[in-house]
């Protein structure tokens, strides 16, 4: 088994190579809480990298998938590597906690009203693995959490446990980091071992016991520091991906005002060897972006202006959108509309904070008597937010073609790449896969 190389950068900038032999490796077992997108696949790449692992859901129906090989969403290689995990006996699945080496928590960080991040599902978690705490255990945080969120962490296990510590002050010492996940959607598995990793310790003995972890499957770089400063890296990258779209959004709509072809625009501008835009969409999705860069504008309000500016930019932009498909459909009294894609990235059935699954559900709301036919080539079944909706149904895009009247392309799936269709009807093309069309 070939670990690669895998580097410690500390904080004053003094970076040491190591390189783990087959005898060095340690199998440890490692209880894994929340068997979602990152949670599963963490599990997994632990399984089968020699450590015994306990995946723990409170989800009945992924704990039965799991449990039986099977992965409950679409992600590249995750079900095979599963597959042999679980029928090798390295990876179980339950819905409780258990006794552990490494406790990791993996579970949602959404955020509450005023946009603050909501921690009840990190505060369940930690609360489940307290009782079972003996002393020398490490607990790392992978979710996405405001800055101080491994700090509380750490509060609410000595409130709970006065006979144990956090600081490394005694004997019965719980080792906590923060090591936060930065992998692509339909590449976690490939990400997840060749990425470079951020670990940060509430102590410097934290962080190196995570990294030793980490490094018995990590091909990149591990780069240790504090956790509040891990914590505000992971916020950091998507709140400066989120600032980019938003200049590119902008462009778009600069661009619809002024008769030019944003892509065309954003593709001259790139030409520029210290330029890179990012695409314009009808919104931002998924967990991280659309959701990251409010934990930073929650902790530091008056210092976040920019951030702000972006996150409401973006989260304009799908108005923007429904806009435009209520106006090509104004002189028809029942239009079928087609929204080509749900999930919030392409080619993949994540629909985590997704605007096209938002527009298709606002256009089926404000035009009652339109029929709009949503097509998403990842999933069998329309998700909760639609299925409720009666005049919204999941079609291909054969249907599309001979009976829609106006499309929203809103995801750039391989499939609507790919298609020969040449759309003869109105179509806003909010990826630019139809430049020209109709």
């Known amino acids: 088994m070939d670990h690669g190389r895998c580097a410690m950068t500390h904080r004053a900038g003094s970076t040491t190579s190591t390189k783990l032999t087959e005898a060095q490796i340690v199998s440890l077992h490692v209880a894994v809480l929340g068997l979602g997108y990152i949670g599963l696949p963490t599990a997994a790449i632990l399984a089968t990298h020699g450590h015994r692992v306990t995946g723990v859901d409170v989800s009945a129906r992924h704990v039965e998938a799991v449990s039986q090989g099977r992965v409950p969403f679409v992600e590249p290689d995750l079900e095979s590597q599963v597959a042999e995990a679980v029928s090798t006996g390295h990876l179980t699945v339950q819905r409780h906690a258990t006794p552990a080496d490494v406790f990791i928590i993996a579970v949602p960080t959404p955020f509450a009203e ?30 996405t959490s405001p800055p101080g969120t491994t700090q509380r962490l750490a509060d609410r296990v000595r409130a709970a446990r006065p006979d144990l510590s956090t600081d490394g002050s005694t004997d019965h010492n719980i080792a906590i ?35 030793a972890l980490y490094e018995t499957f990590c091909r990149g ?51 520029h060897p210290r330029v890179n835009i990012l695409q314009p969409g009808p919104g931002v999705g998924g967990h991280c972006i659309a959701v990251d860069p409010w934990f930073i504008v929650s902790a530091a309000p008056e210092q976040s202006r920019l951030i702000r500016t972006a996150r409401e930019v973006n989260d304009h932009k799908p108005e923007h959108v429904i ?43 404000r035009l009652p008597a339109a029929t709009v036919l949503a097509v998403e080539p990842n999933v069998d079944m329309l998700p909760e937010r639609l299925s409720s909706l009666p005049n919204v149904r999941l079609a291909s895009l054969e249907e599309v073609a001979e009976t829609a009247q106006v499309a929203a392309l809103l995801v750039d ?11 003869d009807i109105p179509v806003i093309d909010t990826r630019g896969v139809w430049r020209g069309t109709a």
């Open 323 to 365: 806009g435009q498909v209520m106006a090509a459909v104004d002189d028809i009294r029942s239009p079928v509309i087609a929204t080509l894609g749900l999930a919030f990235k392409p080619d993949i059935d994540d629909m985590r904070e997704s605007p096209a699954l938002e527009i298709t559900a606002q256009l089926a709301e």
């Open 413 to 423: 799936h391989r499939e609507f790449k790919e298609s020969r269709w040449t759309p």
């Open 221 to 271: 770089q591990i780069h240790l520091t504090d956790a509040v400063t891990a914590e505000l890296a992971k916020l950091t990258e998507n709140a400066f991906r989120d600032v980019n779209i938003a200049f590119a959004n902008e462009l778009s709509l600069i661009s619809e005002r002024l008769g030019v072809d944003v892509f065309e625009l954003i593709d001259l501008a790139n030409k």
């Open 114 to 143: 005023g946009y603050a991040a909501d921690l009840s599902y990190v505060d369940a978690a930690v609360d489940g693995v307290i009782p079972h705490l003996r002393g020398g255990e490490l607990i790392i945080l992978e979710s």
């Open 177 to 211: 980091a923060h090591c936060p996940e930065r992998v692509l959607p339909g590449r976690v598995m490939v990400e997840l071992v060749e990425n470079d990793r951020i670990v940060g310790g509430l102590t410097p003995t934290a962080a190196e016991r995570a990294k």
